[in-house]
């Protein structure tokens, strides 16, 4: 199990992961701070545009997808939400209790920091042996 969990695919996802979470968090922080939206719609605004990056560039960088699926789009899309769904409603409710003493914006902000962390290892593990398991994933 180990080989299968640090490999060259991980290498390559660690990669797509860093430019992933660089446009999506840009995003969101931007939403949130420069503009003011609220915490709902810059976390989801995050992972709309974020999985768009990373559906691609793991779809044909790290896991040399080139047919066409829509049982592996469907794959992706129920594993971005379940991990959205996990890390951003474990993270605010944590952050506020652990920073209770804090001013509203910087728990949001930092539940949005510690959702963005929970939500890559999530993703890691959902699109290697859940969306792209069938494509190429366990390579």
Not at 16 to 38: C, E, K
Not at 95 to 124: E, H, R
């Amino acid at each position: 199990m180990k080989n299968k969990l640090f490999d060259k695919i991980t290498l390559k996802f660690l990669l797509v992961g860093i430019i992933n979470t660089l446009v999506g968090n840009g995003v969101m922080f931007l939403l949130y701070n420069l503009f003011g939206v609220g915490y709902g719609i810059s976390t989801a605004a995050n992972y709309i545009v974020g999985s768009v990056v990373s559906y691609f560039l793991n779809k044909y960088y790290t896991f040399k997808q080139t047919q066409k699926s829509v049982k592996e789009v469907i794959r992706f899309v129920i594993n971005i939400v379940v991990c959205y769904v996990i890390a951003y409603g474990a993270a605010k409710p944590l952050a506020y209790l652990i920073f209770s003493g804090f001013s509203k914006g910087v728990k949001d902000n930092l539940a949005m920091l510690a959702g963005s962390g929970m939500f890559i290892v999530l993703n890691y593990f959902g699109q290697r042996f859940f969306a792209f398991k069938n494509n190429g994933g366990d390579r």
